[in-house]
């Protein structure tokens, strides 16, 4: 990944054997998509850090001849604040971004409260 880019969204399939493929999207827009040879699973999840202001910033895990968990460490982003504006008696939303590119360690435990 170059520098300043973060993974901010994630699909995976995945069926009672475990996770069948994993999609990634980073912060400028590149995609990067792994996939088992069983192909996709029959469910999927999907999640989007975006919209929280969050990225991800390291995996842990459990594998056999398959990945079984994934877990995902998650961090705030301090480089970019939204905020609501005014334009023309309508609310809108924008993202103002600050240099350089910060993180602050969330709790995983209450990750699941947050999301």
């Known amino acids: 990944m170059e520098e300043f880019e973060h993974l901010e969204y994630v699909q995976a399939t995945y069926s009672q ?6 999609l990634f999207k980073t912060n400028t827009g590149r995609v990067l998509v792994s996939e088992g ?15 929280h202001n969050k990225a991800i910033i390291g995996f842990r895990g459990l594998y056999s001849s398959h990945i079984l968990d994934l877990y995902m460490y998650i961090a705030l982003r301090l480089d970019i604040i939204t ?24 709790d995983n435990d209450s990750l699941e409260d947050e999301i």
């Open 17 to 22: 054997r475990g996770l069948h493929t994993l």
């Open 37 to 51: 040879q069983a192909g996709p699973g029959p469910k999927s999840r999907e999640l989007n850090l975006r919209e």
């Open 83 to 106: 905020e609501t504006v005014e334009v023309r008696n309508s609310a809108r939303r924008r993202s103002v971004v600050r240099q350089p590119a910060a993180v602050a360690i969330v």
